[in-house]
């Protein structure tokens, strides 16, 4: 079914999941992922595993995305795409890890599909981590992608870590904030 409605027209906010949020209706094409925002979201922020970042409008959620510290080790990755990453670092400072943010979760629901709003969350996340002074070194953002979803990482910017996962049910993917830095003191 064509989509009619335009993000510019959509009236939503962020925000970010606490304790007492009440979750409003949402329904993307994956279970899994609708099935985690209303039983484990909360459980994950309570155990400090992972922060929920909630779209809403007046009375639907309309897309939610998950961040959880994490890095990128040179093991298990393919060693072209290793050189990739790593020269992309200043020679002085190339280590054998990197500091990353991950986006855990990231689902847009089925009736607002196609319309820019995993876009939207993706340049949201790069902001968070370059537009403002960082609090903690953070060098790349990390995914691991469901198949079906690489293409659309693909045109956000993420490249593959390695090729040994490409009959994986996911694919490690990475995108480098360095290149979006906006603030740098
Ligand atoms: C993947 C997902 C987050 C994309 O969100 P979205 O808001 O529809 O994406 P955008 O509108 O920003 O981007 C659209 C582009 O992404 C790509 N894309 C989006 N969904 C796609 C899909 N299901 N299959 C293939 N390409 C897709 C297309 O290139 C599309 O551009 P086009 O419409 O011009 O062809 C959404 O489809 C979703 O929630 N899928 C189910 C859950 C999922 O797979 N999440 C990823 C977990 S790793």
């Not at 639907?60 to 961040?67: N, V």
């Amino acid at each position: 079914m064509m989509n009619t409605t335009h993000l510019e027209t959509l009236n939503f906010h962020q925000v970010q999941l606490n304790e007492d949020a009440v979750i409003k209706p949402f329904e993307s094409e994956d279970e899994d992922l609708n099935d985690f925002l209303l039983h484990d979201a909360k459980n994950y922020l309570q155990s400090l595993l992972a922060v929920t970042y909630l779209l809403q409008t007046e009375d639907e959620t309309i897309a939610y995305y998950c961040l959880s510290n994490d890095r990128i080790t040179r093991d298990d990755k393919t060693k072209s795409a290793w050189n990739r990453l790593n020269r992309a670092v200043a020679n002085e400072k190339r280590r054998k890890s990197y500091p990353a943010i991950k986006i855990g979760r990231l689902a847009v629901s089925k009736k607002y599909a196609r319309l820019g709003l995993g876009k939207t969350i993706i340049d949201t996340v790069i902001e968070m981590y370059t537009a403002v002074r960082q609090q903690a070194g953070c060098r790349f953002i990390t995914v691991d992608a469901y198949h079906n979803a690489t293409h659309f990482y693909e045109k956000n910017d993420f490249k593959y870590l390695t090729d040994k996962d490409e009959h994986d049910e996911t694919r490690a993917m990475y995108l480098d904030l360095k290149a979006y830095l906006t603030v740098n003191d």
